[in-house]
């Protein structure tokens, strides 16, 4: 067998040791390029059913008996060759300064300049010059040219004028201290002297001093010389390390391994944070190694503390990842039911925050806000964690009457303290839920004062949102009537942008047509109608399930040209609310005219299709505007048929049960009062 042969055979026995991680792994080897002590190529790994071209950083081997001792192959099995002594592996630990050396660094530290550095150098013994001597020197170094943005201009100072140093001198010391830091092989001297070029913005010949530091830390990385901890650091230096970002990802990338090597040691919660705080500083790797960390996260969950659970949750949110590990995410939303004692109201503000970026919600994190409603009420300190609590509640439609209940005395007792965004999505949350909050005449006495107080600082469209949830639970704002349909307000909703103004405009009809159903005070409608068509948005779940429904339908009323399809209300305006998604008349001629505000309905049959999204989380109360919608329509005299979407989807495969569900649903609206 060919020395080549054999290394490749050893070369692949190293990784396929090293990168399992509890699942199958394909590799695949391809050259790229080639230096005197380091060879790059890449690796197709097979994680799961992702496949990922990985870079491979491969150290050169001059003895290769000593690559059979570090892989476990015994040597006497191999012929032809013999072992050389001269390239053993040399591992400096870390020590602890001697007096000598912190003498120097002191006067190091006395400098003002980089010349009078230089000169200090000249005057010392290369032997005291040691590896932390230096890191320190080449950081002060740099620190002392970076000091200003002129670097290196001509400028006068109380000790004279400091002039632009010598290149050649420069080179020559710089070259001299990087071959005693690259010596070293200590890890937190080459840290430190990565972090030190990294700042260096001395015109020369910057990438070659990065190019020789990068090549050192990957042998170190390569020969098991850093920790865990000292390659997540080495990550995230290098994720600043040139001003091109794409390289900084790539160059970064190349660490990998060195981690992967070292997923044994993942087993505390210091280890785990540190790895998960470099994955936004990687790109082809990061799959890979996110995924070993939700596996050991699982696994270790119980040492991980209220910080170490800020750190991933920010780190998450930042990669913004989407394939997220459902026993990963039950994992850290268990944990905060667990540990909600133990966690502050700025903790739990953040922890929040980071479900509803992530999208997600479960039991858990409920019953972990009603906990905290519960515990402390109005004595939450944050008035951001009652706004993003009930942000939350909106986007995942959770009607909790322990959390609502509570947000609404906190905003009884807190007002005072509240800004316009805090007020709005506040009061918001209860019409959207459809739920009326405690102490209900103070808390719309106070609400009435500070909206008044405060119109002003609310943007327009906002402030038509807020109006138009007060509808959905039937609170009538006359009082805001001459505020909103005025030129001046109208004039400033017409300076936002152009898909705010389009929004604003339909809720505002919305508003308008929904007073003058319903309130006897009110003196509108103030809006002409629309004259010319439009096109609005309707959801294509409910369109097709509405054509496949007319025929089961058809079989039902007895005649399929008493059905219509996406009726839109006459002398109402063009809104979502107000399209009626199969309609069924009283007979064929009734087809053929148009029902809506201003005619008599009350033989009329609306069926509106019941999406998951128009109920609460539950599934079993419907949200605000779906309750608007139905009350609106029985006010104009129209009997409301509900089908559910889920419900209808599932009989598609069975027609008689389908045909018996949409004539039970019909015959219980016809006799309803």
């Not at 170094?141 to 290149?167: A, M, Q």
Request: hydrophobic content about 40%.
């Amino acid at each position: 067998m060919s020395v080549v042969r054999r290394l490749t055979t050893c070369s692949r026995r190293l990784i396929n040791s090293r990168l399992v991680v509890g699942r199958t792994l394909s590799v695949n080897f391809s050259s790229r390029k080639s230096g005197d002590r380091l060879s790059e190529t890449s690796v197709f790994i097979q994680n799961g059913t992702k496949i990922s071209e990985l870079p491979v950083v491969v150290k050169k081997v001059k003895d290769v008996f000593e690559l059979y001792r570090r892989i476990g192959i015994n040597p006497k099995n191999t012929t032809g060759l013999t072992p050389e002594s001269d390239d053993k592996l040399d591992i400096t630990a870390p020590k602890e300064l001697s007096d000598e050396e912190r003498e120097v660094i002191d006067g190091f530290s006395r400098c003002y300049n980089s010349s009078s550095i230089f000169r200090l150098l000249e005057t010392i013994p290369q032997s005291e010059v040691t590896p932390p001597v230096a890191a320190h020197a080449l950081r002060k170094i740099i620190d002392l040219e970076s000091d200003t943005n002129d670097t290196f201009k001509h400028r006068e100072t109380i000790r004279g004028s400091v002039k632009k140093p010598d290149s050649f001198l420069r080179i020559a010391f710089i070259t001299t201290l990087l071959d005693i830091v690259c010596g070293s092989k200590d890890p937190s001297v080459i840290l430190d002297g990565l972090s030190s070029v990294m700042r260096d913005q001395f015109p020369g010949d910057q990438a070659a001093y990065k190019q020789r530091l990068l090549e050192q830390l990957l042998l170190c990385v390569s020969d098991g010389v850093f920790s865990l901890q000292q390659i997540c650091q080495a990550v995230n230096i290098l994720s600043m390390f040139y001003d091109d970002k794409k390289k900084c990802l790539e160059t970064a990338d190349k660490l990998w391994f060195g981690i992967m090597n070292m997923s044994s040691q993942l087993d505390n919660a210091e280890d785990i944070v540190a790895v998960f705080s470099t994955l936004p500083h990687l790109n082809k790797s990061r799959n890979m190694l996110l995924k070993l960390l939700e596996e050991r996260a699982v696994e270790h969950w119980q040492k991980l503390n209220t910080r170490d659970m800020i750190e991933i949750m920010r780190v998450l949110t930042e990669i913004k990842y989407e394939r997220l590990s459902g026993v990963f995410l039950r994992m850290l939303s268990g944990w905060l039911y667990l540990n909600i004692h133990t966690v502050t109201d700025q903790q739990m503000l953040a922890l929040i925050w980071g479900f509803h970026l992530l999208d997600y919600t479960d039991l858990s994190i409920i019953r972990a806000m009603e906990k905290i409603i519960k515990h402390k009420g109005c004595q939450i300190s944050e008035i951001d964690l009652i706004y993003v609590m009930c942000s939350y509640c909106t986007k995942f439609r959770i009607r909790s009457p322990t959390i609502l209940e509570g947000v609404g005395q906190y905003f009884i007792e807190h007002h005072l303290s509240m800004e316009p965004v805090h007020i709005m999505t506040i009061a918001q949350t209860f019409g959207h839920m459809d739920f009326h909050p405690p102490n209900g005449f103070k808390f719309w006495e106070i609400l009435e004062t500070q909206l008044e107080m405060k119109f002003s600082q609310f943007p327009p469209k906002d402030m038509v949102d807020l109006l138009v949830s007060f509808l959905y639970i039937e609170k009538y704002p006359l009082n805001f009537v001459n505020k909103i349909f005025n030129p001046f307000f109208i004039d400033k909703l017409h300076n936002q942008s152009d898909s705010e103004v389009s929004s604003s405009r339909q809720q505002l009809k919305l508003l308008d047509t929904g007073m003058h159903l319903e309130s006897r005070g009110y003196q509108g409608p103030f809006l002409p109608k629309d004259t010319n068509y439009k096109s609005i948005n309707h959801d294509s779940r409910i369109s097709r399930l509405t054509g496949k429904l007319l025929h089961p339908l058809s079989d039902v009323v007895g005649d399929i040209s008493r059905l219509g399809k996406q009726v839109v209300l006459a002398s109402l305006p063009l809104h979502p609310l107000y399209i009626v998604d199969i309609m069924i008349y009283p007979s064929h001629a009734a087809s053929l005219l148009r029902f809506g505000f201003r005619t008599n309905n009350s033989s009329n049959v609306a069926v509106l299709v019941m999406t998951p999204e128009h109920y609460d989380r539950t599934g079993h109360h419907l949200l605000g505007p779906q309750a608007l919608r139905i009350r609106h329509l029985k006010l104009m005299g129209f009997k409301v048929m509900l089908v559910n979407m889920n419900t209808a989807n599932k009989l598609m495969m069975n027609p008689a049960n389908l045909k018996e569900y949409l004539q039970k649903l019909y015959l219980d609206t016809l006799s309803a009062k």
